[in-house]
């Protein structure tokens, strides 16, 4: 199956941005996707990206994508303590089912 | 809120037992997905159903069995409960116009 990887752990200060990374392996990946999770909670979808796109922008949340590189980054511009949360990146594979594959997540730390 | 509910939220059993969880969907959606949530392996799809009665196996699937009578019920079942299946159990519904994956609340569960 495809290997997707993140850094386990970022902490920023409140207010700095953030900035959260994830490689995947499977070139012809079509949507890939950022999800959060609250303690306790389920994901929540926060964003995507097409792969025919090198970059969205949603209110404080920017993704970039580098196809070549097979890199994908989460930015979180002024950052605030209910952002701590763990954030997951996940590519869709090419079967009928549409599979996600998820990174192992990095939680975010926000020190007020 | 996709319209996912998950029974029980959290659940207790011995080694041995069998365990059945529901998800619950309310918009009819044909696709659903059962992952399971460990530290350090993010999520990994266990089983998933593609319509009524037609289900395949995902990258986790040893020990667990789905079934899905009615377009809005995925049951996932351990036959034989063993202590490497403690883990959060979630559901996933893949919906919207981009074919994206919604989950549910998660189910916790610990055996003995």
């Known amino acids: 199956g495809e290997d997707v990887e993140q850094s386990l752990f970022l902490s920023v200060r409140e207010g700095d941005s953030s900035v959260i990374n994830c490689t995947y392996t499977d070139s012809s990946s079509t949507y890939l996707y950022w999800y959060k999770q609250e303690p306790g909670a389920g994901l929540q979808l926060l964003t995507y990206i097409f792969s025919n796109m090198d970059m969205k922008q949603d209110q404080r949340l920017t993704v970039l994508l580098n196809k070549k590189d097979k890199h994908l980054s989460l930015r979180i511009a002024d950052t605030q303590t209910g952002d701590s949360a763990i954030y997951f990146c996940?590519?869709?594979?090419?079967?009928?089912?549409?599979?996600?594959?998820f990174g192992t997540g990095t939680r975010l730390t926000v020190i007020p | 809120d996709a319209g996912i509910t998950q029974s029980p939220r959290h659940k207790v059993t011995e080694t041995g037992t069998p365990v059945t969880l529901r998800c619950h969907q309310t918009?009819?959606?044909?696709?659903m997905y059962w992952y399971r949530q460990d530290p350090g392996h993010g999520l990994r799809l266990i089983h998933y159903s593609y319509g009524v009665k037609d289900t395949d196996k995902g990258e986790v699937s040893d020990g667990y069995s789905v079934s899905r009578s009615k377009t809005e019920d995925f049951l996932l079942t351990l036959e034989s409960a063993t202590s490497s299946q403690t883990s959060v159990y979630f559901c996933?519904?893949?919906?919207?116009?981009?074919?994206?994956?919604?989950f549910g609340p998660g189910t916790r569960l610990t055996v003995l």
């Open positions: 996933a519904i893949m919906g919207g116009g981009t074919d994206t994956q919604y």
């Open positions: 918009e009819n959606h044909r696709y």
């Open positions: 996940a590519e869709r594979d090419q079967t009928g089912a549409n599979n996600l594959f």
